[in-house]
C-alpha cells in the first residue's frame, strides 16, 4: 500500500471507530439536517465507491469546492476512504 492509501486509512479510522462504538449517536446536524455515525459512514462508502467508479485511484488528488458544510465533511471522508487526497 502506498503512503498516501496508509494516509487516507488513518484519516477514516475515527469515523470507523465512532460508527461501531456509537452507531445510532448523532454525527452530524445542520440546517434540520441529523444523521447518525452509522448513517455517515454508510454514505462515506457510498461517495467512495462513486469516486472509485468514476476512476479515482489511490494517491489520485480530489478537488473539492463547497462551503463548510455536513455534506463538505461527507465528501471529504469519502476521498480519503477512497484511497486519495483531498485538495480543498
Same mark, same amino acid.
Given at each position: 500500500?502506498? !503512503?498516501?492509501?496508509? &494516509?487516507s486509512?488513518?484519516?477514516?479510522q475515527a /469515523?470507523r471507530?465512532a460508527? #461501531?462504538? =456509537?452507531p445510532?449517536?448523532?454525527?452530524t ?7 447518525s455515525w452509522? !448513517?455517515?459512514?454508510d &454514505? ?6 462513486? /469516486?472509485?467508479?468514476l476512476? #479515482?485511484? =489511490? ?8 462551503l463548510n458544510s ?6 471529504q471522508?469519502a476521498?480519503w476512504?477512497?484511497?486519495a487526497?483531498?485538495?480543498?
Amino acid at each position: 500500500m502506498t !503512503t498516501s492509501g496508509l &494516509n487516507s486509512m488513518a484519516m477514516t479510522q475515527a /469515523l470507523r471507530v465512532a460508527a #461501531v462504538a =456509537t452507531p445510532s449517536k448523532i454525527a452530524t446536524r445542520q440546517e434540520g439536517r441529523e444523521q447518525s455515525w452509522e !448513517t455517515l459512514q454508510d &454514505n462515506v462508502a457510498r461517495l467512495a465507491g462513486g /469516486l472509485r467508479g468514476l476512476g #479515482v485511484k =489511490t494517491g489520485d488528488r480530489v478537488a473539492i469546492l463547497a462551503l463548510n458544510s455536513d455534506r463538505f465533511s461527507e465528501y471529504q471522508f469519502a476521498v480519503w476512504w477512497a484511497g486519495a487526497v483531498v485538495v480543498p
